[in-house]
């Protein structure tokens, strides 16, 4: 009887994985061997991809990070600062903003960074203009705020931290890093996305 029965799930599992084939045996042949072809001709029959996550996060690049680490480029208090500030780092965008999930996020200034990082705007300030000169990170005006004064965005180079598929990063991205790239240090980064 006990037989019978596993038998009889046996069957029923078969036949759920059979009726949840997306292609028949036939079509995925027909599949394997257009693909086959492709390969030959170095190309790559992609399935259409389905994003199943919705899990807000920022890449450093490994071997960068660890490159910028043996040269000594950067401070404790900068990488601090860098580790602490990636909770920040709008998607695709790379600036530092308010809230990561809002679809127009606002980018923080000098004095809104302290506060959320509970530290003094002196010290925020002093770390943010020296990564700028190292090209880690890049200010650009973003309007008045309102005491007449300047507003800027704070960016994060994305050859070394980035939020987003490094496959596609934004022009304006490359645009405002590309000249940094060349600097001593980083024309010697291991991984470039540009």
């Given amino acids: 009887m006990q037989k019978a029965l596993q038998e009889a799930e046996k069957k029923a599992r078969l ?6 084939k997306i292609l028949t045996d ?16 170095k190309m790559k029959l992609v399935p259409e991809r389905q994003i199943k996550n919705r899990a807000r996060f920022v890449q450093f690049l490994q071997l960068n990070w660890r490159y910028l680490r043996k040269e000594n480029y950067l401070s404790s208090e900068e990488k601090v600062f860098l580790v602490d500030i990636q909770s920040q780092i709008g998607l695709h965008s790379n600036a530092i903003v ?15 960074i302290a506060e959320l990082l509970g530290t003094s705007r002196p010290k925020v300030s002093r770390v943010v203009n020296s990564l700028v000169k190292k090209g880690i990170l890049a ?3 973003s309007g008045i705020e309102d005491n007449n004064v300047k507003a800027y965005a704070i960016y994060i180079n994305p050859n070394i931290i980035y939020a987003g598929n490094k496959d596609d990063v934004q022009g304006a991205l490359i645009t405002m890093f590309k000249k940094p790239m060349n600097n001593k240090v980083l024309k010697h980064l291991p991984d470039r996305l540009f």
């Fill in 139 to 141: 200010k650009a005006e």
């Fill in 15 to 20: 036949r759920e994985i059979e009726n949840d």
């Fill in 98 to 112: 308010d809230d990561v999930n809002k679809k127009n996020a606002s980018p923080l200034n000098i004095t809104q």
């Fill in 26 to 41: 036939q079509e995925l042949e027909l599949a394997n061997d257009l693909q086959a072809k492709a390969n030959a001709g």
